[in-house]
């Protein structure tokens, strides 16, 4: 039986699973993919200290080569279930078990989707969550960003380098992304903003030809022409498989040591509640979960 | 014998992990596979003919199955 099963091989999941083996837990680090990471998605990282602009995978490939060389034993393993059982832990994928005394959840959160007719019907032709994956099939073409996040306006900037246009649909008048990405993206003479407005439906015949918007506060509605949409207004913790007190939108509720309602379960990164979402915030989970484990083991 | 024919591209970061569960169950069942690079002229013409405008892209047996990464376990239901 292992001492520590950490949930996820992010940033939160691998920093805890460095501390975790420094502090001599027989530690296991399982993820359904051998590069995991919401961030790996990320085309560029300039807020992680140290690293002034580095590739999202980039920087989750330093992660893992560092966790390998601290000894961490990393398995691929896509979970079914998550149990309790006479005070440990049993976690199961369709061909094993595996046991364990306690368990970081470090499983992050995907990005939320808009809910909109047309959504569905045209994933993966057109309307798409990730910029730096599909980005390229648009060149030339006028697309839209839905959302202003930090993500969305990354996302806008990068394609504002390959479309003729881009739309940015936010639904308040003021963007939430930093002020540096704002400066970037008002400076280019192709995105254009489109303020206090939601979209309603992504139309189209086989691919998406226009984005029904309407102004919240005027409530006029219209047409964007465009072949893209790229959808960043939020995230969904993964957190189904576990069984701790969440709050309303599902993401995990911790005290400052990471511990969640039920005991010998912590949780670190995008699957709890937390004020920022970021790399080095998803790594300090990590690390304060890890030493949080290590003082449950070390009190059983 | 189940086609599968996954669409990838050089830019895309997350296409090595759908080649991956491609690959793996390639070596523990038996079903065509072939990775074809969308930047490709042959790959230009798949991507057109099912209007495909995200990778990576699964194709089986002439239609799309996954858009993106599918798991381990959909993929493998896929060819059965």
Known sequence: MYDLIILGAGPAGVTAAIYAVRYGLDTLLVDKDSMSGLISTAKTIENYTGFPSIGGMELMGKFLDHAEQAGVTFKVMELNSVTEEGGHFIVSSSEEEIKSKSLIVATGSSPRELDVPGEKEFLGRGVSYCATCDGPFFSGKEVAVIGGGESAIEDAIFLSDIASKVYVVHHRDKLRASQILQDRAFDRPNIELVWDSVVDAIEGKDIVESLQVHNVITEETKKLPVNGAFIHIGLNPNTDLVNVKKNDKGFIITDESMATSARGIFAAGDCRQSPLYQVITAASDGAIAAYSAFKYIEGI | ?80
């Open chain 2, 1 to 80: 014998m189940t086609k599968v024919i996954l669409l990838y591209a050089s830019w895309c970061h997350n296409c090595p992990k759908a080649e991956k569960i491609w690959r793996d169950l390639k070596e523990e069942h038996d079903f065509e596979y072939e990775e074809i690079d969308v930047e490709s002229d042959e790959g230009q013409k798949i991507a057109q003919e099912y209007s495909v405008m995200a990778v990576p892209t699964t194709v089986i047996d002439g239609e799309v199955a996954f858009i993106g990464i599918p798991s381990k376990d959909e993929a493998l239901e896929s060819i059965k």
